[in-house]
């Protein structure tokens, strides 16, 4: 079936630099697209979404780019901190569709 | 303002038997998902439950069973456990409609030996 999948399963950034985890998706028919962050022993929280009829959307210190020409979402993660530090997912889901398809999650390494 | 909540955190069960994991929802959410999440892996759905109705379901044998109450708040019952079925269960409430943010708990470890 179709899924929701990143090209990097670790990302090491310096303490203070910019982040931006990537994700690929395949179903052209999603519109509705999320990330989340879940670190060790919590569930999964909410970071920010996005809709299809938008290419950015910013939060505080993160920005989510989508670009449905080559069916790619990144998350942008600006003056990384220690608790930045843990796995991220992109998720999407289709307007009529009430599941979230999850890829397998970046691990996001912050160095001192 | 409570966040959902989840019981039991660990669970050890053996292969055969049978598991109830709960969940109370957000304040203010009526609808509760259900995701199963293996080690290093993505959460994978397993049904949604709304107005205490499955109101979809993902690709899970009907040994994964649910129920929502009233109050909105939900279990999740497995029975004839296998080995495979050893993952951590997250829950997660929203308010309705298919593009509402999901809030998740810290989920049930359950441990099938």
């Known amino acids: 079936g179709e899924s929701v999948g990143l090209h990097l399963p670790t990302l090491s950034v310096q303490e203070g630099d910019n982040s931006i985890i990537n994700c690929a998706y395949s179903?052209?028919?999603?519109?509705?697209f999320i990330w989340y962050k879940q670190e060790s022993g919590k569930g999964p929280q909410f970071i920010i979404d996005?809709?299809?009829n938008m290419d950015k959307r910013q939060g505080q210190r993160v920005t989510v780019l989508l670009n449905k020409t080559v069916k790619h979402l990144s998350l942008q993660i600006a003056a990384t901190q220690p608790g930045d530090s843990a796995v991220y997912f992109c998720?999407?889901?289709?307007?009529?569709?009430?599941?979230?398809?999850w890829g397998a999650g970046t691990k996001l390494i912050i160095k001192p | 303002d409570a966040g959902v909540t989840q019981s039991p955190t660990h669970l050890i069960k053996t292969r055969g038997q049978q598991v109830t994991l709960r969940c109370s929802p957000k304040?203010?959410?009526?609808?509760v998902s259900w995701y199963q999440q293996a080690l290093g892996q993505g959460p994978q759905f397993i049904f949604q439950?709304?107005?205490?109705?499955?109101?979809q379901r993902g690709n899970f044998p009907d040994r994964f069973s649910g129920h929502q109450f009233p109050n909105y708040s939900s279990e999740l019952n497995v029975n004839a456990l296998l080995l495979g079925d050893s993952a951590l269960y997250l829950c997660a409430s929203s308010s309705r409609g298919p593009n509402s943010p999901l809030h998740f708990g810290n989920g049930t470890r359950l441990t099938v030996t």
């Open positions: 998720a999407e889901n289709l307007d009529s569709n009430y599941q979230l398809i």
């Open positions: 304040s203010g959410h009526d609808t």
């Open positions: 439950y709304y107005e205490e109705e499955e109101r």
């Open positions: 179903n052209s028919a999603s519109d509705y």
């Open positions: 996005i809709r299809s």
